[in-house]
């Protein structure tokens, strides 16, 4: 377990389960699209909430420094592709968000990313070109903004 | 950028600006000048008996017009008139296009062709990112974001915290 996180979030080392998200063309992003790159996926509660939109700012405006690092970001939560959609075009950032939609939040649970109020929990997790998972973060709550820093520490 | 991982907020340096008694309580914030947070925490320090620091931490996406603001504060500070610029940028955050630069820029007494060139200069963009890349290291992701009394802050800060900050508490 990595400092800050709390037990349930996937850990260092283990594969990545078998997943299915949505992209927001309606098309599905799966275990399989996370060969051949190291993906972040940021698990935020709430399309539209101010907290998250603190966050995929600040990424965004690092996004240069992510890629540079070979890591590609994606948010993950539990709101529909369409109102997720809506949330990165209002903010203007460019990265892309995968829906937990339906069945609701299974892939959050999978991940240990799941709050028990029905949404996705705050949380990060890195997965290598091979599949497995690298370094993870849950956040101490919905309301705790994971710094930028913590992604740079994950990838190293 | 470089090195981008954890890091503590620095300590004040010689290369920060820095208002206010000596001896008062200090205050660093991460702000930046379209933020209408940060507007808010301008004026409610307004006669405070506090040692602020002021450091830049524009995010493009929330607001087009901060790292063009930020910048023009650096030029002023060349021509010693950072804090001169700092405040005319909160006065009036509806109005922070070029024009509006250049008429801060004479307002505040500074020769204006040191400053179109200073403002759009490598060092100036430098140094307004060595500000951003302290502030990521030491996990700020929101403005504004104030460290003070051994704390971090995020948000606006109330009065009465202000007050207990003021008496160094």
């Known amino acids: 377990m990595t400092d800050g996180s709390q037990a349930g979030i996937i850990a260092p080392g283990t594969a990545a389960p078998e997943f299915r998200l949505r992209r ?4 599905e992003f799966t275990r399989n699209d996370l060969e051949g790159q190291t993906t972040v996926l940021v698990f935020y509660p709430f399309a539209f909430s101010p907290v998250c939109t603190d966050q995929f700012n600040l990424y965004e405006e690092l996004l240069g420094e992510f890629t540079a690092r070979g890591a590609t970001l994606y948010g993950v939560s539990c709101d529909a592709s369409e109102s997720q959609a809506a949330f990165r075009q209002k903010l203007g950032v460019s990265i892309e968000q995968l829906s937990d939609f339906e069945p609701k939040g299974e892939v959050s649970r999978a991940f240990g990313a799941y709050h028990p109020d029905g949404m996705s929990q705050r949380a990060l997790v890195i997965i290598g070109p091979d599949g497995v998972v690298t370094w993870s973060y849950l956040a101490p709550s919905p309301g705790d903004l994971p710094g930028a820093n913590l992604i740079f520490d994950g990838l190293g | 950028m470089g090195e981008l991982g954890s890091a503590p907020v620095p300590a004040l340096s010689a290369r920060d600006h820095v208002r206010g008694p000596d001896q008062a309580p200090l205050m660093i914030q991460y702000g930046d000048f379209e933020c209408p947070f940060c507007a808010v925490l301008h004026t409610r320090l307004a006669g405070r008996p506090l040692r602020c620091v002021f450091r830049h931490f524009p995010v493009r996406s929330s607001h087009p017009r901060a790292w063009a603001a930020a910048c023009a504060a650096e030029a002023a500070a060349l021509q010693d008139r950072f804090w001169a610029m700092h405040d005319a940028l909160y006065a009036d955050q509806a109005r922070l296009e070029d024009p509006h630069l250049w008429l801060r820029a004479e307002q505040v007494g ?29 996990g700020v992701v929101t403005t504004p974001t104030v460290f003070a009394g051994g704390r971090c802050y995020r ?4 009065d009465a915290t202000l007050d207990s900050l003021s008496r160094g508490g």
């Open chain 1, 24 to 27: 927001e063309d309606g098309s």
């Open chain 2, 110 to 138: 500074l020769d204006l062709e040191r400053f179109e060139a200073d403002r759009r200069s490598d060092a100036v963009v430098a140094r307004v990112r060595h500000d951003f890349q302290s502030g990521v290291r030491a």
């Open chain 2, 155 to 158: 948000g606006v800060l109330d």
